[in-house]
């Protein structure tokens, strides 16, 4: 396979457990630098395992994949950590440490540099305060994940996720647990983090209106196969659209 | 109520002096918990099956320690120690030779609590952990420990409690403390408003343990 830029490259990827269950088959796709990609199917179709694949909590079976130019199964576990360090992950449940705060969580993401990537404390406590004003927390530095409602600890999750400046954003299913006015601001906050950061965006999802408010592209996966990717409109106006509004459209009001 | 206060005139001091063992005894026997017992909870909860560092032989060999030091009934473990008692200290009678068993039952006991409590912590967190490049020693200090401290301190306060209970019978090797204390000049001497009321500050020890235990443990706590 020739070298490329793109960020994250798959060709005949597959994985197999170790009970013999296929759970991808020859997989072929490249993510490029700075899109939003979305990936999308019904339990079942394979979205966990590629996800696990990228975070390399699962090695491939077979194929090569390519990582921030690195085949995860090949790295020596420091290499592992350093490129995992490049890499923010959002989760569905979120996983915020309940006993520390909302800035402490934000901070672990620069605490666990090494003492030559080490940043100073007040320097990390600027970036990580920019990083919760960015996501639209800013005065809630102190609270403890308990006192927030579910889109404000997700958001948490995204600013812990952004504060190291990852090159890849992973997100899995972001906004499942979430209600549709909170699931847009969500969104809207995922298109930002790509605009501004220029981070490259993976989301994925079982929820079709994720993948036409934000993906440039999708790729549609079921029985652990890739069936199609497919290139979308970015659906722009959401954003302004109230509750009831959508509700009066939706339901044809 | 005169004999009892005659009773506590004459035994006051061996009452104090025994309150003293009984403390010594628990102090001695929870450091060693918190020093040997959480490290050992932690590693039979990182090195278990589908866990953060799995090993089967660390493992089993921690399992085993803790399952087996619990199994024991307490006074034979006491009379089983002997030889190594015997070879730590030079004697096997007295408060800290009596202690020296009493700290193998704290770390055991403590063990499991703290693997039990680790085990409860949403699965989540040793993930993100590991999704965020942690190594081995950040993931338990900085994501695995300050989820489990409110835990951590309430199951220290059942195990004084258990502790203070395993302690009353190391009369048997000359430990003292307050249960021999009981037994010694309540029972054996039939003065029972003595042994009664040495119940009753044994009763009050617990229940102040465990109201400082609780109120702390709710402090740390922002769940």
């Not at chain 1, 999750?157 to 504060?163: S, T």
């Not at chain 2, 699965?123 to 993931?139: E, F, S």
Request: net charge neutral.
């Amino acid at each position: 396979m020739p070298p490329t830029d793109d960020p994250i490259t798959l060709s005949g990827v597959g994985v197999t457990y170790s009970g013999g269950a296929r759970a991808l088959v020859d997989i072929d796709l490249a993510v490029t630098s700075g899109e939003i990609f979305g990936v999308i199917g019904e339990s079942g179709a394979g979205k966990s395992t590629l996800l696990s694949l990228l975070t390399a909590e699962v090695g491939a079976t077979a194929g090569t994949v390519r990582v921030l130019g690195h085949d995860p199964a090949g790295l020596s576990r420091a290499a592992l950590r350093g490129l995992r360090r490049r890499i923010g992950v959002v989760f569905q449940g979120v996983h915020l440490l309940a006993n520390r705060t909302v800035r402490q969580n934000v901070a672990l993401a620069l605490d666990l540099r090494g003492p030559r990537g080490r940043v100073p404390a007040s320097e990390r406590r600027g970036a990580v305060d920019d990083m919760l004003g960015f996501v639209g927390l800013a005065g809630r530095e102190d609270a403890y994940p308990s006192q927030l409602s579910g889109g404000q600890r997700q958001r948490v999750g995204i600013a812990r996720a952004l504060v190291a400046r990852p090159d890849i954003l992973l997100c899995d299913e972001p906004t499942s647990s979430l209600d549709a006015t909170t699931t847009d601001g969500v969104l809207t906050l995922l298109r930002e983090a790509r605009d501004r950061f220029g981070t490259t965006v993976v989301v994925v999802t079982h929820d079709l209106t994720v993948v036409r408010r934000i993906c440039d592209r999708v790729a549609l996966f079921a029985d652990g196969r890739l069936r199609e990717i497919l290139s979308v409109e970015p659906d722009a106006g959401f954003a302004e659209e109230t509750y009831l509004d959508r509700a009066r459209r939706e339901l044809g009001a | 109520m005169t004999g009892l206060g005659e009773s506590l005139g004459r035994r006051g001091e061996d009452l104090l002096e025994a309150l003293g063992e009984t403390g010594y005894m628990l102090v001695v026997s929870l450091a060693a918990a918190v020093v040997l017992g959480l490290p050992l909870g932690m590693l039979v909860y990182l090195t278990r099956r589908g866990g953060t560092a799995p090993n089967r032989v660390v493992w089993w060999v921690g399992n085993l320690f803790i399952n087996i030091v619990r199994s024991f009934p307490f006074l034979l473990l006491v009379v089983f120690l002997i030889p190594v008692t015997r070879l730590v200290y030079g004697t096997t009678f007295g408060t800290p030779a009596a202690t020296f068993s009493l700290c193998f039952v704290a770390v055991a006991i403590y063990a499991r609590l703290v693997e039990q409590i680790l085990r409860e912590i949403n699965p989540g967190i040793p993930r993100v952990a590991r999704t965020m490049g942690a190594t081995l020693p950040q993931t338990i200090v900085r994501f695995l420990l300050p989820e489990a401290i409110p835990g951590l301190v309430y199951a220290l306060t059942s195990a004084t409690i258990s502790l203070l209970s395993y302690s009353t019978v190391l009369g048997v090797v000359g430990g003292g403390g307050i249960g021999d204390f009981a037994l010694r000049y309540g029972y054996q001497e039939y003065d029972y408003p003595l042994m009664y009321f040495t119940i009753a500050v044994i009763l009050a020890v617990v229940l102040i343990v465990q109201s400082i235990g609780h109120r702390l443990s709710v402090r740390l706590d922002h769940r």
